[in-house]
């Protein structure tokens, strides 16, 4: 772990350690500030990302010592609380743990800067962490808009870099249910395809491009159905999309993900069964308090919506 200091929400600085040696600067500052690769570039060009008080560039390999200091400008833009009703699973004041309902953008960005989940976060945390920008503060994961279940935010910066270390470790236990499209013929198995940027389309991830990254999804059929499969999947990494890019790769989309599998309805006994959105939930977070030490983990069962589709499922397949 890196020896880091916040002056404030403004600044981030640290010595590198030896197990994060030899790592490019553009991609270790921004997995510790939560910046994107391309803000930090820019930053970086700026000259407001210094290693041992001097200019650096992107590709520039960090060494154990290196003193790394980053000056975020001041930006427009504020995170304004809203009495937004909020799952909280827990809450004390270094982390909040809550159940995201399906339909709700995580954080504001263009064309949703308001009634996100961090502006409901805003309202019922005491304090938000300083790192991680000033519209998605402590924000160490994400769920997709689409996809329900627990999700962990940081309250403070020190909760906020262990969290981002847990998560880049892999120990981070999170378990999904999915409906997907069509029938599974194994009980059990796993993905392995590695996940990438789209070449063609830069909002998509792919397992088709050349700049992919090791990913992993373990499977256990749960239910099974006319034209369809209710899955428990858990994650070995945590790419953007993961599960939704890896069960289209193999014939087999998530229903009512109209992005990567178009599937968003089954015709059984003459009924047609419609999926109103990617049925996808994260039924399950565990982790190790970033304070104490203690393993926690929360679950939360799938949304009504989801239940419901269950049932008429269900109900066709009799």
Known sequence: MHNMESDNSRALH??????????????????????????????????????????TKPNYKTRAGDIIALT????????????????????????????KPPGMVVYPSTGHDSGTL??????????????????????????????????????DDTAYYNLVAQFKERSIFRKYLTIIYGDMKMNSGEINLKIGRSESDRKKMSTMTRNAKEALTRWVVVERYPGATLIEAKLGTGRTHQI????????????????????????????????????????????????????????REMPEDMKEILRQLRNREE
């Open 118 to 155: 961090m502006n409901a976060v805003a309202f019922h945390a005491p304090r938000l962490a300083g790192i991680g920008g000033p519209l998605r503060p402590g924000t160490v994961h994400r769920i997709d808009k689409d996809t329900s279940g627990v999700m962990i935010i940081a309250l």
């Open 244 to 299: 939704r890019v890896h069960f289209s790769a193999v014939g087999h989309p998530v229903m009512g993900d109209t992005t990567y599998g178009k599937k968003t309805s089954l015709m059984i006994k003459g009924k047609k069964i419609s999926f109103p959105r990617q049925m996808l939930h994260a039924e399950v977070l565990g982790f190790v308090h970033p304070i104490t030490g203690a393993y926690m983990e929360f679950r």
């Open 14 to 55: 640290y010595v590198v350690d030896p197990e994060t040696d030899g790592q490019r600067i553009d991609i270790q500052a921004s997995e510790l500030s939560g910046l994107t690769r391309s803000r930090v570039h820019n930053l970086i060009e700026e000259g407001l990302l210094k290693v041992n008080g001097a200019a």
């Open 72 to 99: 975020l400008p001041e930006e427009t833009g504020a995170l304004i609380p809203e009495n937004i009703p909020l799952d909280i699973l827990f809450m004390d004041s270094s982390i909040i743990v809550v159940n």
